[in-house]
């Protein structure tokens, strides 16, 4: 029972030890880079930590991204699943109509350019020459 409150106290401290490290990479490179560059004053370690806070919250999210979630339980991936229960057949279909409507949408290449496809051979260019 003592080996598993050592774990424990060990992993809290590690991740204390970890924040903290990323704190002071974050101020130090701070501190070297952004006075210089755009004129900006030095901050401390406690400024870098609100940073690190306020970039997790604005940029990263709370979850837990991909991997096991909160009680060992795995998010599941309904595409992934979806596709994995596809015969060959209707994943090609499935490919082809995402391809229609990646290239051939609003913006796609057929509305700019017409029906005529990329592929063409020097013939067709002999042609508007003669034309």
């Not at 490179?29 to 401390?44: C, E, Q, T």
């Not at 997790?56 to 991204?65: K, P, W």
Request: some cysteine.
């Amino acid at each position: 029972m003592k080996r598993k409150g050592f774990k424990i106290a060990g992993m809290v401290l590690l991740g204390i030890g970890a924040g903290a490290g990323f704190t002071l990479a974050v101020m130090l490179l701070w501190n070297a880079l952004i006075p210089s560059i755009f004129g900006l004053g030095i901050i401390s370690f406690w400024q870098a930590l609100g940073l690190l806070v306020l970039s997790r919250l604005l940029f990263g999210g709370f979850g837990h991204h991909g991997g096991s979630g909160f009680g060992g339980m795995r998010h599941k991936n309904g595409i992934r699943e979806k596709w994995m229960s596809m015969t060959p057949e209707q994943q090609k279909e499935f490919i082809d109509k995402r391809k229609e409507h990646m290239c051939g949408g609003r913006f796609g290449r057929r509305r700019f350019f017409g029906d005529r496809d990329f592929d063409f051979d020097s013939t067709d260019i002999d042609k508007k020459d003669n034309e």
